[in-house]
């Protein structure tokens, strides 16, 4: 049996001495601690000398990452010097930790699926772990680190590896002869405001790195309000170590060390082991010869939920935009003015505003999937009005897309949806995808499912088709806006359920197109194509607006069928509330608004609680999914896509919303009234013909 023992300047409190196997290989485990005696430590070093394996030594800073070509603790030195001395290998378990760092954040990004794009991460000590910065730098700018703060007592973060360098190799060296960290830590105020932006700083992160040596120093005076919901990087997450994160509410603790023994040890012993098991002096281990161990033993790094359950939040941006002027009178000072102020003061406004560069509207919280993966995000407003987007070129828009894009990078968001008109504008997201450094999606792909979705059932509660599970609807549809992006899927989905559908357009050579590629899709169908639906609109049992007219009048409603069902997914609407109330007898839903999981909280944005738009549901899914990828853009919205949302979405909880009109949501009474009225109309209108 081969023995192992690592000498610690830790307590002695926590030695401990077990028997283990490892590559078929059995081994004697010892720890010593030395309680911080230096000298104890060494001659503990020369009794164990020739009587060992391998010696492990524990409990002393490692070198920093940067390797600054002076920094090297006095104490480590003299031990290094000493094992030199002695015959048995000696090992601090500095390679292991370099590679097992890397090792680390490579695996959990890809067994994860993107765990750290754009994450929010703050290293306590860069410097201590300048290898998994490096890494994490792949993938995510949003780096912070509070070097001079611990170091040094300067109220100051970096904000970039480039910065870290500079101060590793520069500003540090200078600053180990002057004493600004004994002065910092004198002075109470600036002791005070360091301890205060440490906090915010850990407040604002979704991950924070904490070294191994000094780790309760570090979050002793931390709280939950810190460390709440939070994701911890360390070295050797030890049990109590664990329980103490616990009882702060961090979520998940990712441990840098490989737990391949029964219990958690230190970097040291388990290089030691390695060392003895190949038979190697400390000199001929390499890191290939790490990593093939790491890789042959399946030394996953340890990630511990202290909650007992997994835990994940995403985080996503989605963009918004007021649908017109009267939007902006939200405003409580825009509206307060506009009563003593001319008509054209808003439209001076509704101008103004277009100019202004992105603000965060609301932040989104607490929506929670089935499969326990959460998300959250921010709604970040754009200033313009469809009527200012078109008065501008789409260049216009596209700016402050992109400008809307970056700030939510900054902010941690890993995908960014556009809604309303956003998405209409120009080449309908291709190019702000091409030119953002965060994924994009339109949201039209779940907006094509939701209108669908609701139109079904609103047909199904209404009860005047006969609907048949396995068979098509024997009944008459209309697309508005047909050759669209969410029109043509509408055409698409509605041709597999009814046997007859219009296709309305203003460009016939399209319209025919579609027709062509729909009935090769879907034999069978019965497909018409027309520029002028009022010809047709009278006998339409389902009509579905999905135009860019940008609130002008598309459809004359006064000509419907009684019974008809609207589904009408334009932003702004085509269906005014004027138009609306004047046909009673007509069922008019507003798409297909999506039920989030969870209990989600944000600002009003003209929905019920748990109510949202499609296409932000869409972004949602994607968050929660971990699909951080440009999912739907342009103007040809790809059926493939349609399913598969629809599938994800409710894999994740999503439902559809109570079906809501310009009047807020329809209750079965409202719906049984409008198909009252609808059999009355249908009766005098039958009367009527007979005469």
């Not at 915010?200 to 790195?209: E, F, T």
């Not at 990630?303 to 935009?321: D, L, M, T």
């Not at 508005?480 to 509605?494: H, K, M, N």
Request: aromatic fraction near 8%; include cysteine; charge should be positive.
């Amino acid at each position: 049996m081969k023995q192992i023992v690592s000498i610690s300047l830790g307590s002695s409190k926590t030695n401990y001495e077990f028997e283990t196997e490892f590559l078929g290989q059995d081994f004697n485990i010892k720890r010593l601690g030395t309680d911080g005696d230096l000298e104890k430590a060494a001659e503990m070093l020369l009794q164990w000398d020739k009587n060992a394996d391998v010696i492990g030594i524990g409990g002393v800073k490692l070198p920093y990452g940067l390797n600054p070509r002076y920094l090297k603790k006095k104490h480590m030195d003299k031990l290094e010097r000493l094992g030199a001395q002695i015959e048995t290998p000696v090992t601090l378990g500095s390679e292991l930790r370099d590679v097992s760092f890397e090792w680390c954040l490579r695996f959990i990004q890809y067994k994860f699926g993107n765990y750290f794009n754009n994450a929010k991460v703050l290293f306590f000590s860069g410097m201590d772990h300048y290898r998994l910065a490096k890494v994490m730098s792949e993938f995510t700018d949003n780096l912070t680190f509070a070097d001079p703060i611990f170091e040094n007592g300067i109220a100051k973060f970096l904000t970039s590896i480039k910065d870290l360098k500079s101060y590793a190799h520069g500003v540090h060296e200078i600053l180990q002869w002057i004493p600004s960290k004994r002065l910092a830590s004198s002075v109470v105020p600036l002791k005070a405001w360091n301890d205060y932006i440490v906090k915010k700083a850990m407040q604002k992160a979704n991950i924070i790195v904490v070294p191994n040596d000094y780790f309760y120093k570090y979050l002793e005076n931390m709280s939950l309000e810190e460390l709440g919901g939070k994701t911890i990087i360390t070295p050797t997450a030890y049990d109590d170590r664990i329980e103490f994160l616990k009882e702060r509410g961090v979520d998940v603790v990712i441990d840098t060390t490989p737990k391949i023994l029964e219990r958690v040890v230190a970097p040291n012993v388990l290089e030691a082991l390695i060392i003895a098991a190949l038979g190697r002096k400390r000199d001929q281990i390499r890191k290939d010869d790490l990593l093939e161990i790491i890789s042959t033993q399946k030394m996953d790094p340890r990630v511990v939920y202290p909650s007992g359950n997994p835990k994940r939040i995403n985080r996503f941006a989605f963009v918004i935009h007021p649908l017109s002027k009267e939007f902006l009178k939200k405003d409580k000072a825009v509206d307060f003015l506009s009563n003593f102020t001319p008509p054209a003061f808003l439209d001076a406004v509704e101008k103004v505003i277009a100019y202004a560069p992105p603000w965060v509207y609301s932040r989104v919280t607490g929506i929670k999937s089935p499969t326990g993966a959460e998300a959250e995000g921010w709604l970040i407003t754009v200033g313009g009005t469809p009527k200012q987007m078109l008065a501008h070129d789409p260049e216009f828009t596209y700016k402050r897309l992109l400008q809307a894009a970056r700030m939510a990078k900054r902010m941690g968001a890993q995908i960014m949806g556009l809604g309303a008109f956003t998405k209409v504008v120009g080449d309908a997201g291709v190019t702000v995808a091409k030119k953002a450094d965060i994924p994009i999606t339109t949201g039209n792909s779940y907006s094509a499912s939701g209108a669908l979705w609701a139109a079904a059932d609103a047909v199904r509660r209404m009860g005047l088709l006969k609907v048949e599970k396995g068979k098509r609807i024997i009944g008459k549809t209309m697309v508005l806006g047909a050759t669209g992006a969410i029109g043509s899927v509408c055409c698409r989905l509605l041709a597999k359920a009814f046997n007859e559908v219009y296709l309305v357009g203003r460009n016939t050579a399209k319209l025919l197109a579609l027709k062509e590629s729909i009935l090769e899709e879907t034999p069978g169908v019965t497909i018409k194509v027309t520029t002028k639906p009022d010809r047709y609109i009278e006998d339409m049992d389902v009509i579905v607006t999905a135009t860019s007219g940008q609130g002008k009048t598309v459809l004359d409603i006064t000509r419907a069928k009684p019974g008809c069902v609207i589904t009408d997914v334009a932003r702004p609407l085509d269906l005014s509330p004027e138009d609306v109330a004047k046909r009673p007898d007509v069922l008019v839903i507003e798409s297909g608004e999506i039920e989030l999981p969870g209990n989600p909280e944000m600002k009003n944005i003209g929905l019920p609680h748990k109510v949202a738009y499609a296409c932000l549901a869409e972004t949602i899914v994607l968050a929660l999914e971990g699909r951080y990828e440009v999912f739907t853009i342009g103007r040809d919205i790809e059926w493939e896509k349609v399913r598969e949302i629809y599938k994800l979405g409710l894999k994740h909880g999503m439902k559809l919303a109570a079906i809501s009109g310009v009047n807020g949501v329809f209750t079965d009474e409202d719906i049984q009234k409008v198909k009252h009225l609808a059999l009355e109309a249908r009766k005098k209108n039958k009367a009527a013909a007979g005469r």
